[in-house]
């Protein structure tokens, strides 16, 4: 069903209330919850679960088959591969009622998750990082950091444009694509302005 300002497949329920910013489209067998807040622009994919309390900036990128639970927030920008889990409950039990203890998880801004990943929660992936695909994410990420594996190991540094950036002889790098220098200190890595 067209809206006067976003999108929602005729398949898809969102609750009353709910605010959607202009521009966002929702697609088949999604069920977005009333205490969302869904930001402009956005693209939520086939079966998507977003829970009440969740935030998601503008132009995010949402693909099929995630669940966006309670106490997570996707900055502008972001990209949610196929699959993703969440989680909000560092030690959940069925017989145990745990609400009260969510755990707060930010995706910062142009941060990409790769299909299948795993997001522990309570934990930040920083701005610009890239969680490659399957990867278990058990503790925060810095700002453009490249992080693969099970569980989650940094293994690079990648530019806002997504591409790898190499260190190696001192403390700049250049993106392959933009041409964007970037300097390194530490372990923290920022563009040249």
């Known amino acids: 069903m067209a809206l006067e300002n976003f999108f929602v497949h005729p398949s898809s329920f969102v609750e009353d209330g709910t605010p959607i910013g202009t521009g966002t489209r929702i697609w088949h067998f ?10 402009e622009n956005c ?34 920008d972001v990209f949610i591969g196929p699959s993703v889990v969440f989680t909000n409950v560092i030690n959940p039990r ?7 203890e969510f755990k707060k998880t930010i995706i910062r801004k ?3 998750l790769g299909a299948n990943a795993t997001i522990l929660c309570g934990i930040k992936i920083g701005a610009y990082a890239m969680v490659g695909a399957g990867a ?6 810095p700002d453009y950091a490249l992080i693969t594996g099970n569980p989650a190991k940094q293994t690079g540094w990648v530019s806002a444009a ?3 950036l190499d ?23 920022s563009p040249v302005k």
Not at 94 to 100: G, H
Request: charged share 25%; aromatic share 6%.
């Open 94 to 100: 069925s017989f145990i009622e745990r609400k009260t």
């Open 43 to 76: 693209i939520i994919g086939q079966n998507a679960f977003i829970d009440n309390e969740t935030v998601i900036g503008n132009r995010v990128k949402i693909q099929n088959n995630v669940s966006v639970y309670n106490g997570v927030e996707l900055e502008d």
């Open 167 to 189: 260190f190696k002889d001192g403390e700049l790098s250049v993106c392959p694509k933009t041409g964007e220098n970037y300097k390194i200190a530490g372990n923290r890595i």
């Open 110 to 112: 142009g941060a990409t």
């Open 136 to 141: 278990v994410v058990t503790q925060s990420v």
């Open 30 to 39: 999604c069920h977005l919850m009333p205490r969302c807040r869904v930001g």
């Open 162 to 164: 997504g591409y790898k």
